[in-house]
């Protein structure tokens, strides 16, 4: 078995708790990332135009620094199952500057993300543009959305990461 690695954003803990079910499904490592400022209720108000995610996500060439202490050393992994929430039908901006700041040229890497009505569609677009920006040679596996036992089993099935 390969050495597989959950790593994953939560601002509110629902991607958290999908995490944790993936990781004991798997028997792999978990690990969380943290925003190098953290957000706040406030800053997650989408009814709001001006809250801090709202403008982030709206911005193309936006970075949401990732908290360097909470960035783990990848090297040990072949498998990186990337976690996050869907926001405006992306990855939050935090997930490219993950992506900018760690070494995955040869690496499986798969996204997953919690969603309220969103598909994964664009999500994997994005990251797939944020490794070619980056030049690197990950394989990046089909993302899904998941939010529940049924589709985590579903998904890792189709990635063949379960027996």
């Given amino acids: 078995m390969t050495k597989t690695l959950v790593l994953y954003f939560s601002a509110t803990k629902t991607t958290q708790r999908v995490a944790e079910q993936l990781a004991q499904k ?3 490592d978990i690990h969380e990332l943290r925003a190098q400022q953290p957000y706040t209720a406030a800053d997650l108000n989408w009814h709001d135009p001006k809250s801090r995610t709202s403008v982030e996500q709206h911005e193309y060439a936006s970075r949401v620094a990732v908290d360097p202490a909470s ?5 040990g992994y072949q498998t990186i199952l990337l976690g996050h929430p869907v926001w405006w039908g992306i990855p939050p901006r935090l997930i490219d500057d993950t992506i900018d700041n ?5 690496k499986r890497l798969a996204g997953f993300a919690t969603s309220g009505g969103s598909d994964y569609g664009r999500s994997q677009r994005n990251l797939a543009r944020t490794l070619r920006e980056n030049h690197s040679t990950a394989d990046l596996l089909p993302g899904a959305v998941v939010m529940n036992g049924r589709q985590i089993d579903q998904w890792l099935s189709r990635l063949q990461l379960t027996d």
């Fill in 102 to 106: 760690l070494d995955l040229n040869g």
């Fill in 26 to 28: 798997l028997g792999a």
């Fill in 71 to 75: 960035l783990p050393d990848v090297s």
